[in-house]
């Protein structure tokens, strides 16, 4: 009997995982409040650029393996792909989550299995068993007793690069918890059906904190990189060259500074467990800070040239968080251009080949987007806030005599 699924956000991770467990065989159901979103899947379109997803969607949809709806539907697995921002005060906000939930509980069947996939602070995953009992006192869930569940509750969080989310989501090991050992080994059986890495079970705050872990790692890492090149600013010295000699030595790994950290995961995730612990994440908080600081500092250094060079027109080249993606979200990038065409109006030309116009945040500033031949044909001063393929490969005859500001160091020499 082919195992239905129903998988809520249908955004970076919802689509792409929605479309890789379809190829496995099952029968999924995608779904998302924007009707706008759900008609373009049911077309067998995309609404996000993500490498290979178009066609792969396009034939689950004609295949009839998969579709979109606006509101969740009886089946057998429900998955919780939801975003999980923060409010101002970088407290962790599972509205989403809790909504998504909510929205699930009259669809549930005792079998069912309940997977959270968004990034979430400790404990989520109870909250999330919490509101289902309290909507369904029919159902029996897991509570740390032993007794037997009518719906298992899990937490399996996903560990992706974009543009290479598709390969990843199969390759890559999971850490699987669930609220008891059965919902666990339930969640775990699940996964392996279209899972080629290693599937490992652990409990559901274990596995929060481990996704939580991964992306602190990682924005600690890059944190020493930034502050060592605004050290390295200081001291007149190429940080790229100083970290390619450092790199030299058999057990140092120094990753590249950028303008800063973008992204849903690095930019937010270590903020939920400094919110949980606030008195003992001090090296994770002050990596946020200097990661934070690092897009005020590079606005100013841009600013500081643009001023200058008060003749000439500035090219901001890129916006995405990453390179050669389309996702903006809480990206460096962005914030620094956006800053610069408020300060600079008209003088400021956007460069994204990965957009098609240019973000609300730019409204009334006088910016224009443009490619990459226009603003090298017009403009005076280069910004390079994104290591997009299409800009490393500008030619030295097409930059010279230009005042350049490389954040990504994709220029050197």
């Known amino acids: 009997m ?13 689509l792409p995982t929605a479309a890789v467990i379809a190829r496995s065989g099952a029968s999924v159901l995608g779904v998302d409040i924007r009707p706008a979103v759900v008609d373009t899947i049911n077309a067998g379109n995309i609404h996000i650029e993500e490498a290979n997803l178009d066609s792969l969607v396009r034939e689950m949809v004609q295949a009839g393996a998969l579709r979109a709806a606006t509101a969740p539907e009886p089946s057998d697995v429900f998955i919780l792909a939801v975003p999980t921002p923060f409010t101002d005060g970088h407290a962790p906000d599972i509205t989403y989550v809790l909504e998504a939930t909510r929205s699930i509980a009259p669809a549930l069947r005792r079998g069912s299995l309940v997977i959270v996939e968004s990034t979430c602070p400790v404990g989520t995953t109870e909250a999330v068993r919490d509101v289902l009992r309290d909507a369904r006192p ?4 897991p509570d740390g007793s032993g007794n037997a569940a009518d ?6 969080p ?6 290479k989310i598709l390969d990843e989501l199969v390759s890559n090991d999971r850490s699987i918890g669930g609220l008891s050992p059965a919902c666990a080994a339930r969640a775990v059986a699940f996964y392996r059906g279209f899972v080629a890495g290693e599937c490992i079970a652990t409990t559901a705050r274990a596995a929060e904190m481990c996704k939580l872990v991964e992306n602190s790692f990682r924005d600690v890492n890059i944190a020493f990189a930034n502050e ?27 990753l590249q500074p950028g303008p800063g950290v973008g992204g849903h995961c690095i930019a937010v995730d270590p903020w939920f467990i400094v919110h949980s612990d606030p008195a003992n994440a001090r090296l994770i908080k002050t990596a946020r800070e200097v990661n934070d600081g690092k897009a005020h500092y590079s606005f100013a250094r841009a600013a500081a040239l643009a001023d200058a060079n008060p003749d000439a027109a500035i090219a901001c080249l890129g916006l995405a968080f990453k390179a050669n993606i389309d996702d903006l979200r ?3 990038a962005l914030e620094i251009a956006v800053e610069l065409a408020r300060k600079y109006g008209s003088r400021v030309r956007v460069v994204e080949p990965h957009v098609a116009a240019l973000p609300k945040d730019f409204d009334g500033t006088g910016a224009m ?3 990459l031949d226009q603003a090298l044909a017009d403009c005076g001063m280069l910004v390079v806030l994104v290591d997009h393929n299409e800009f490393k490969t500008v ?5 010279a005599g230009k005042a350049i500001y490389d954040t990504r160091g994709i220029w050197r020499g």
């Open 395 to 399: 030619p030295a005859e097409a930059r």
């Open 330 to 332: 809480e990206s460096p």
């Open 151 to 156: 719906v298992c509750v899990a937490y399996c």
């Open 228 to 254: 060592l090149s605004v050290v390295c600013d200081t001291l007149d010295l190429d940080v790229w060259e100083v970290i390619r000699l450092a790199n030299r030595h058999p057990r140092v790994n120094i």
């Open 138 to 141: 029919d159902l029996v869930f």
């Open 158 to 163: 996903e560990r992706v690069l974009p543009g």
């Open 369 to 371: 987007l443009a490619t």
């Open 2 to 14: 082919t195992q239905s699924v129903c998988i809520v956000g249908l955004g970076y991770i919802g």
